[in-house]
């Protein structure tokens, strides 16, 4: 797996819209706007492509051959040293003939920031071309005012700045048995090691580990809008964790160590059995790490899950697996007697292996952002999770 270098202070970031951009005029391009300024003020050179403000396609921000080119001239280019996509989105699917993983495979690695529909890439680059990229929120969401600490955590993993913002634990503080949880005032832990040489103004991720836990609370509904396109999250539900081992929930503490493979659910099935989907073979590539799932559903009800789990199982994605991290779902009201727990554990109960569920993942945030193609160890207790 590729780990891109982190952004230098005072580096440059570029912006692509392979989904939805920001020129609707509505609430997003002025929360792009904000976006932009802070990270100017920041000290941060900025390079937006020429879909950023574009709203010319269908369920994507330009027509397909558009977009796909405006990825790979990001990617290719020594104009920027990381990317941020603008947006979700609905087809960004219809891109991907467009998108070369053979050339992106041979260049250098660059940090990919994205959610949502952006699993068409996020997924794509660890499975494709063996490089790791980040599940994490989209350029406009970093026009809040003020950013939540999980824009900060996100932020922090592109940049390195976030073992230099926090505390490491003790090697022995883990998530198991009997151990209390300590934690950095911000809740969360990190470090950087240097695998070898003299350390230089580059960060280089080589040895790194950044480490991730979830949010006090979460928003159920967004207070966000035209009137208020800079709203923070409207935080007014609390985090409950579910950790299930086969069918039982389980109080017990967890842990469990893998690959971090996944994204939206929605996007996942969609590119299940194409010609893109190389998910067997990167599941056998890494068989002595194992994989560790995350998923979280947008558009897809209790029974689609269900499906979408199903299918996964049946085309051989799921072998090997060691864990699962279930976001919670967007769309997931129980319907004749399936709620969104059974919806998961009819497929994922069977692997006899932690299934952690309302995981601080996906389309209700804060979310948590994930390195996808990183090695991971979760630790979970009650409602506590470290990654």
């Known amino acids: ?170 090697d022995d503080d883990r998530l198991t048995g009997e151990t209390d949880i300590r934690q950095t005032d911000a809740g969360r832990t990190a470090e950087i090691k240097q695998t070898g040489g003299s350390e230089t103004a580059d960060r280089q991720t080589a040895g790194a580990r950044v480490t991730v836990g979830g949010y006090a609370g979460w928003e159920k509904e967004s207070l966000k809008g035209a009137e208020n396109p800079l709203a923070p999250y409207h935080l007014t539900e609390t985090r409950i964790l579910r950790t299930y081992m086969g069918r039982e929930q389980i109080s017990a503490a967890a842990a469990f160590s893998g690959r971090l493979l996944g994204g939206c659910l929605d996007c996942l099935v969609n590119l299940l059995g194409t010609r893109f989907d190389r998910t067997r073979e990167f599941v056998e590539r890494y068989q002595e790490d194992g994989i560790i799932w995350f998923l979280e559903a947008c558009d897809l009800n209790v029974f689609s899950i269900r499906r979408a789990m199903w299918q996964m199982e049946e085309a051989g994605w799921l072998k090997h697996v060691k864990g699962f991290l279930i976001g919670r779902p967007l769309n997931g009201n129980a319907m004749m007697n399936l709620d969104a727990y059974d919806a998961v554990l009819e497929v994922a109960g069977r692997k006899n292996v932690p299934v952690v569920m309302d995981v601080d993942l996906g389309h209700l945030p804060p979310m948590m952002p994930l390195v996808v193609g990183s090695a991971a160890d979760v630790a979970v207790k009650g409602n506590d999770i470290r990654i």
């Open 1 to 170: 797996m590729r780990y891109p270098k982190f952004l230098n202070k005072g580096g440059t970031i570029g912006f692509l819209a392979p989904s939805f951009g920001c020129g609707e005029g509505d609430y997003r391009t002025a929360a792009f706007d904000n976006a932009l300024r802070k990270w100017r003020e920041m000290g941060y050179t900025l390079v937006l492509g020429p879909n950023c403000y574009a709203a010319e396609g269908v369920g994507i921000s330009n027509t397909p051959e558009k977009c796909g080119r405006e990825v790979m001239d990001s990617f290719l280019s020594e104009d920027s040293d990381c990317l941020i996509s603008c947006g979700g989105g609905e087809l960004m699917c219809e891109i991907l003939p467009y998108v070369d993983f053979g050339k992106l495979a041979a260049a250098e690695p660059k940090w990919f920031m994205g959610y949502s529909d952006n699993t068409n890439l996020t997924y794509l680059l660890a499975t494709l071309a063996d490089t790791a990229s980040v599940y994490g929120p989209c350029a406009g969401t970093f026009g809040m005012e003020p950013w939540h600490e999980s824009l900060y955590d996100a932020f922090g993993i592109l940049t390195g700045e976030k073992a230099e913002r926090t505390v490491k634990q003790p």
